[in-house]
């Protein structure tokens, strides 16, 4: 189902054009949970137009309202999404949160359109809500296509993870919470990686673009000392200790990436699917990156920047090999 307000029909085509690819890309009919999957409901937002987002979260409550307020759902799940958001103002009110811009539900409290994000837990929720932030046509079409392959990756992750399970255990399992230096940080280095490389380069391959992906793979790595790359190494710290604050989430998504292309040069681009689709068998993140990746992954941190070390050159001689 695709909820619309204020984004062109030409933004909406795309935007349910790559999800059909990316449905194509990353589930099978026969062996995905698709219980976890669908619904999923598109929130196609214009950038420019807050009012637009502010009605649409109206419609998009109502709707909720009414299909996914109870506890359960008849597939054993969550299915109380009303409750658990924005939506239910018995439980929620905007400016107590310093909101004065409906919901900040597709807004931000400083009064901007919310960017693009998987924004619901669809193992409590009973749906999958894709924000998808407007992009300038024509110059910015590529923008439709890697930004919903990202997205619906998340989905992906999320729809190998069977067992009811809280917030916290899911985001350790995913490896979002629990694998940086101080335990109680969310870092992105892994869940965002994952996400950010598969946008770049599924829709390199899917348009047969290589000079693209390059390009969008060279960008944190150019080598200015304004680079993500130089920041990265000059902050003394291991990619798996940025966290969503400031400029490390910058660098979390955008170096994640080159650790997850790092990782594919080495193993091959099925061990990540191997590793997603095994994750709940292996019974902890710990042990399914020990398992598909041979070594524990803090060992890896030395390595990867050892890799980053080497002259630009050489470090894109990777992207040749795995594309």
């Not at 649409?56 to 658990?84: A, M, P, Q, V, W």
Request: net charge negative; charged share 25%.
């Amino acid at each position: 189902m695709a909820l619309h307000f204020g984004e062109s029909i030409f933004g909406i085509d795309l935007i349910k054009e790559w999800l059909c690819i990316s449905e194509s890309l990353f589930f099978d009919e026969s062996t995905s949970n698709w219980d976890l999957i669908n619904p999923v409901y598109i929130a196609a937002l214009d950038r420019n137009n807050v009012n637009s987002a502010i009605e649409l979260e109206k419609k998009y409550c109502d709707h909720i309202e009414e299909f996914h307020n109870s506890r359960t759902s008849k597939d054993g799940y969550g299915n109380n999404g009303y409750d658990n958001g924005k939506c239910n103002p018995k439980h929620y009110n905007p400016q107590n949160e310093g909101c004065d811009f409906g919901l900040c539900l597709f807004t931000e409290p400083n009064g901007r359109v919310a960017g693009s994000s998987i924004s619901s837990n669809m193992h409590s929720d009973g749906f999958n809500l894709f924000i998808s932030n407007s992009h300038d046509l024509p110059m910015h079409a590529d923008s439709y296509g890697y930004v919903t392959i990202h997205e619906m990756f998340h989905i992906y992750q999320y729809s190998n993870l069977n067992k009811a399970a809280s917030r916290d255990d899911l985001m350790k399992i995913v490896g979002k919470l629990g694998t940086g230096t101080n335990s109680a940080d969310e870092v992105p280095w892994w869940i965002e990686g994952n996400a950010v490389f598969f946008g770049y380069y599924k829709y390199a391959q899917l348009v047969d673009d290589n000079e693209w992906f390059i390009n969008k793979m060279r960008y944190p790595i150019d080598g200015s000392k304004d680079s993500l790359k130089s920041k990265y190494l000059s902050s003394g710290k291991k990619i798996n200790d940025f966290t969503w604050n400031g400029e490390e989430k910058e660098i979390g998504y955008e170096l994640g990436a080159w650790f997850i292309a790092y990782m594919i040069d080495i193993f091959g681009e099925e061990s990540i699917y191997n590793f997603w689709e095994n994750l709940e068998e292996e019974g902890s993140f710990d042990k399914a990156f020990t398992k598909y990746f041979s070594k524990e992954y803090e060992l890896y941190m030395d390595d990867f920047d050892e890799f980053l070390r080497k002259p630009d050159s050489e470090i894109l001689e990777l992207l040749d090999r795995i594309y």
